[in-house]
């Protein structure tokens, strides 16, 4: 089991960027699948993205690739999703998720598919 905290939410102009962090209890952390959604007011919970135990394979929802990163430090439990380019539609309140199968088949997109998340940080992009 793991029990998870996302920090560095906020507000920003567009164009700006955050940093948002997860912090991961536990020390099998390196088991889990990690991903980020985000959830806007009226809309479901949506995949931005994901990273394999050894950080070797990532996957990015079209509507943030080339802008958003995600990146894992398994030794200080932590999962990272750097945001550059912010836009307004990017608003949302931002969650972390882990899951212990294996990364493939896509499953990773799925937030019904996650078995832990952290309480969400909101971000706040405004024009």
């Known amino acids: 089991q793991v029990h998870l905290v996302e920090s560095g939410g906020g507000t920003v102009q567009a164009g700006g960027s955050l940093r948002l962090s997860c912090a991961a209890s536990g020390r099998t952390f390196s088991i889990y699948v990690m991903g980020w959604f985000r959830q806007a007011p009226g809309r479901e919970r949506e995949f931005v993205a994901a990273i394999s135990r050894s950080s070797g394979s990532t996957d990015y929802a079209d509507s943030v690739k080339g802008r958003f990163t995600i990146s894992r430090d398994n030794a200080k439990n932590t999962v990272d999703l750097q945001m550059n380019s912010l836009e307004p539609e990017d608003t949302a309140v931002y969650y972390c998720?882990?899951?212990?199968?294996?990364?493939?088949?896509?499953?990773?997109?799925?937030?019904?598919?996650?078995?832990?998340w952290g309480q969400g940080t909101q971000v706040t992009v405004s024009s």
């Open positions: 998720a882990g899951d212990r199968r294996a990364y493939g088949s896509n499953w990773y997109r799925r937030s019904a598919e996650y078995a832990y």
